[in-house]
């Protein structure tokens, strides 16, 4: 009996050891896991991907046991989406798509990636047709592309993608859900939930952790920085052209106006925001400031020690290529840049114009004039020839030499042949020219 005492003893020893192994109870709440909401807003472009891969860094390092997209996003653009979209792929912890407002266009896609979909009541997710710049659809090699992109993504995680394919082509017909021929398919969050396309419905954030099954996680949020919010706000596609036109504006404004003021001002700083915007969003590198600023060094030069145009060409060289090595999309720098070089000589034309030069470019353009008012004369305009007669020393033809008072002048006829020895009368005189008209049938004559 003792024995079995002793036996009975040690077992409920080794049971309670192994229990202390296993995880606890609470631990089926989600107590002790860490979850990461990372924000997906504004337009899907590349500052919003340096965003992620910096937020997602910081989660895994973290240790975080699931991480949370908030979704809220009219779309953007396709190859920033596509990398968005690979990087939610290989994150290795479990990943959701929760949509707080809007999942349109890139958005929709970005969401489709994610292990699953959560959808706040009101939201939408939908609307991903390609369009160019012009706000047109795109071409259809683009777009059938975009069609096997978003089919590949609803198949990712088992779902139907006919209303993938739906929600980027308007020639498929679901009218079931507001999609008839001719319209993209939008789904409301119970849509979604009807169709697969979402695996719940959640109104705030508790509700969201337990369906997860964490309600007792640890909870953190990543925040954009200032910096990438001034990143994401001068990578737009949009803004790059508007800050390039008025940096060079600005400085070229400044070359027209004496010291320096606000146009330098505004056209460094444009700059300066460009490349650090870039900078920050990861595009650029230092070598990108260092090619930027031997540009501006040599365009000094040329201004100053002219060189035959040659350091001015290396210069604007050098410059444009820093901005295609910032740039994300060589396409869409260069059209910036033309954009921005339009602009500039259209203002410079106008500008010297009607104000004409009073800045450093003074210093090295010759603007001043030769004018008879300020007591320049390059020939004596007589006058008082007018008027007189002469002979015709020589065949006028029309040109020759005639005599008139004993001085011999180099002559023009007004037209035609005049022979030699013939009478003719000065009628108008212009610096050295003087024209001549042959004296016929008595003409007065004045000697």
């Known amino acids: 009996m003792k024995r079995v005492r002793i036996i009975t003893f040690t077992l409920m020893i080794l049971l309670s050891f192994l229990l202390a ?39 895994l390092e973290e240790g975080a046991d699931h991480i949370v997209f908030e979704v809220d996003t009219p779309g953007g653009l396709v190859d920033a989406a596509g990398q968005i979209a690979n990087l939610i792929k290989g994150i290795p912890v479990p990943t959701t798509a929760y949509v707080v407002g809007e999942a349109m266009s890139a958005g929709a896609f970005i969401s489709l990636n994610a292990d699953q ?22 071409e259809d090699k683009a777009q059938s592309a975009w069609l096997a992109t978003m089919k590949e993504a609803a198949e990712l995680n ?11 082509d ?22 979604a939930l009807e169709v697969g396309y979402a695996e719940a419905i959640a109104a705030d954030r508790e509700e969201l952790l337990a369906f997860l099954g964490l309600e007792n996680a640890i909870e953190r949020e990543m925040e954009i920085s200032f910096a990438e919010q001034i990143a994401r706000f001068v990578t737009h ?21 004496p010291g320096f003021g606000i146009p330098g001002i505004m056209g460094l700083s444009a700059l300066f925001l460009f490349f650090f915007g870039h900078l920050v969003a990861g ?7 260092i090619l930027f600023g031997v540009g501006i060094i040599l365009l ?6 002219p060189g035959f145009g040659i350091f001015g060409i290396i210069g604007i060289g050098s ?37 004409g030069y009073s800045g450093p470019l003074k210093r090295v353009i010759l603007t001043d004039s030769i004018k008879t008012d300020e007591g320049y004369v390059s020939n004596v305009t007589r006058q008082e020839m007018v008027g007189k007669v002469g002979e015709a020393l020589t065949v006028l033809r029309p040109s020759g030499t005639a005599l008139f008072d004993d001085e011999r002048l180099d002559v023009v006829s007004e037209g035609g042949y005049i022979a030699q020895g013939k009478k003719v009368k000065i009628v108008a005189t212009a610096g050295s020219r003087i024209v001549v008209r042959e004296v016929r049938n008595n003409e007065n004559e004045k000697s």
């Open 237 to 257: 596609p949009i803004v790059i052209p508007i800050l390039l036109s008025i940096g060079s504006m600005g400085l070229v404004l400044e070359l027209y106006s």
């Open 117 to 138: 979909i959560v959808m706040v009541p009101g939201s939408a997710m939908g609307a991903a047709q390609v369009i160019d710049g012009s706000g047109t659809a795109a």
């Open 158 to 168: 088992g779902r139907d993608p006919i209303y993938a394919l739906a929600m980027a």
């Open 170 to 191: 308007p020639e498929i017909d679901l009218p079931d859900y507001r999609a008839q021929a001719g319209s993209l398919l939008t789904l409301t969050a119970s849509e």
């Open 21 to 59: 192994l296993l995880p606890t109870s609470a631990n089926s709440d989600g107590e002790g896991k860490l979850v990461y909401y990372i924000p997906v807003e504004q337009a899907v472009e590349r500052g919003l991907l340096a965003f992620l891969e910096r937020s997602v860094d910081t989660a």
């Open 300 to 305: 000094l030069i040329e201004v100053f020690v």
């Open 283 to 289: 595009f650029a590198g230092m070598e990108t400031f």
């Open 319 to 355: 410059i444009i290529g820093s901005m295609v090595l910032a740039s994300y999309s060589t396409a869409n720098i260069l059209f910036s840049l033309l954009i921005a070089a339009v602009l500039t000589i259209i203002m410079s034309v106008l500008f010297f114009k009607y104000v």
